[in-house]
């Protein structure tokens, strides 16, 4: 029996369709906290986010407020009524979260890669009747992320959502984790049966793409949005770039959800594809921009070696290597030739410059 077949989404049914979740990307302190919760009761929200504990790339940047934010963020539920919701990544963090009464935990991106991290926030799940939101793994591995849920089903854990914030690739592209839709959106329609949250801060990693980003996951069906929301975006202590003002969330939710038009089901699946042409696009050109680097440094050595530019074999070797690879994937031999000899051509000017 598929596990993920199991999950159902009775406890979406109970919020406004979409979901909106939105906070401050960290509890930074009690005003902060309870000025953004106050603004965002006005509007469309009906969960609270904040970060208690927060997974930095380095050291020695701010970490969390801790225990002390979770009693921030029970002052906010009480002036407004909305639901909480934070992010849990260790025993620890389950013990307090749930001490506090948090209504919602979620697991980070960076946990959901590791399976021994899953299992022991799993194992301190057990039974549990939150609703708990797992983020896609940084890296895209729909099975990794597939692994992790079916991790909490095992412990009877009931109700369960996921949630996209986009795949940490080889990215030179405009949004800071390439959304790969084409593949989130596969896996939505094998689980119709699990809400999927689309959280469009993490993916932009810059407010000037939450819009776009956020109004292409409403047109492809997604049951909410996580935005990250700071009374003074510019300040913020983690994620300054991608948080907007309350008021700009208002903005950007009134756009997309009351001008909101029926779109053909076959434009959708036009818009998915094209979609994924263009991040494929982006990554053959990011690609051949790694590529060209190797060109020059290998230029470098050739040059203070006095080895020739143009070595037949071992582009005979490449070649040789193209052609089995195309007839493994059913290419075109004569395409993808046709291509390279511009590449190489490249290549070898890289080199002698
Ligand atoms: C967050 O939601 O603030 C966060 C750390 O997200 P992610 O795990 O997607 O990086
Ligand atoms: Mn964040």
Redesign the pocket.
Known sequence: MDLLKKINNKWIKKFSYPLIISGP?SAENEKQVIKISKELNKSYVEVFRC?IW??RTKPGLFEGSGEKGLKWMIKAKKETGLLLAT?IANKEHIKLALKYKIDILWI???STCNPFTIQEISDNLKNCNNIILI?NPLNLDINLWIGAIERLVKNNIKNIGIIH?GFSILNNSKYRNQPCWLEVLKFKNKYPNIPIIC?PS?ISGNNKYIYEISKKAINFGYDGLMIETHNNPEKALS?SLQQITPKKLTEILNNILLKKKIIKKHLIKLEIYRNNINEIDENIINLLKNRFISSKEIGKIKKKYKIDYLQKKIMKKLKDNYKKLCKKLNLDEFLIQRIFEEIHKKSIEIQMK
């Open positions: 990307c970060g927060k997974p992010e980070g991106a960076r983020k914030r959280d993490h994620d």
